[in-house]
């Protein structure tokens, strides 16, 4: 059930990536009795809409829809594009299967953040550095990253222009911890 404030939120998990580094389809990977997509997606079931960025049939989740990426492989850029455009006027709550710590208050947070002429909200990390790929965007960023994708930029942390992002400090940096490798898995080392 949609509750505010996420009434005009799309929730996005991308989820389109080879796992190289990883060895395995790090999506369908259990940790803690949970696979790493169910932990992603779990802290966005609130958003009035959902969206699993990923090539189709690759993966199912209840009350989520496959989108598949417009630029396969190149990047969580390109990922957060095809959410942009998959995803009706408002909010994109984006994140990676990759970052499984994630809570609904941590989205709660970055939502409650939201203010006018801001057109993304990032989390700052434990040494203050924003973290773009566990954040908010505004729909109205479609064109802009489409640019920036077309001229060949690929770095999430441009998708928003200078000035109108806004960073929230002070989150338990443990939520943001990303997996990568068998051995990022929290209490796995």
């Not at 990883?22 to 790493?36: E, H, N, P, Y």
């Not at 960023?141 to 441009?158: P, Q, S």
Request: aromatic residues 6%; contains cysteine.
């Amino acid at each position: 059930m949609t509750r505010e404030p996420w009434a005009d939120v799309t929730g996005v998990v991308t989820a389109g990536g080879r796992s190289s580094r990883f060895g395995s389809d790090k999506a369908l990977v259990t940790w803690q009795g949970r696979t790493l997509l169910d932990r992603a997606c779990t802290p966005l079931d609130h958003a009035a809409t959902r969206l699993i960025i990923a090539p189709e049939g690759r993966y199912q989740m209840p009350g989520w829809r496959v989108t598949p990426d417009t630029r396969p492989g190149e990047g969580p850029l390109a990922a957060l594009e095809a959410a942009l455009h998959a995803a009706p006027d408002g909010w994109v709550a984006f994140t990676g299967v990759d970052l499984p710590c994630l809570t609904c208050d941590y989205w709660e947070t970055l939502l409650a953040a939201r203010a006018p002429g801001v057109l993304g909200v990032q989390a700052l990390d434990g040494l203050r550095r924003p973290q773009p790929l566990a954040a908010l965007y505004h729909t109205s960023l479609r064109a802009h990253v489409t640019d920036l994708l077309d001229m060949g930029e690929r770095r999430l942390r441009f998708a928003v222009p200078a000035g109108q992002v806004r960073h929230v400090p002070g989150l338990d940096p443990a939520l943001l911890r990303n997996v990568n490798t068998p051995a990022d898995l929290p209490g796995t080392r």
